[in-house]
């Protein structure tokens, strides 16, 4: 089982990654509600602006303070070095 983490040492199982997106468009609005209303939600942004929606197989959504991109260079296995380098900064809430 491969874990990746999605900031704040939180983890969770690639195997069970449906997709990583932005939260800015209304559909994705409404998939945060709906999870929240029925208990699926987990909300790993310890505070922070959410910057990437986590959908799992599932049905739970995981709500993330970095960028869906790093995330998913975490998942195709680059190191948080890579990240770093390209000035990325995955708690910047600017």
Do not use: C, W
Request: no cysteine; aromatic share 4%.
């Amino acid at each position: 089982m491969k874990l990746v983490n999605i900031g704040f040492g939180n983890m969770v199982s690639v195997d069970r990654i449906i997709g990583v997106v932005s939260p800015e468009s209304a559909p994705i609005k409404r998939i945060i509600s709906d999870a929240r209303e029925r208990g699926k939600l987990v909300d790993a942004t310890y505070g922070r602006r959410t910057r990437a929606v986590i959908i799992a197989d599932s049905g739970h959504i995981i709500l993330s303070a970095i960028q869906p991109e790093t995330v998913a260079n975490r998942i195709a296995g680059q190191s948080d070095k890579d990240a770093i380098e390209s000035g990325e900064n995955e708690y910047d809430d600017a």
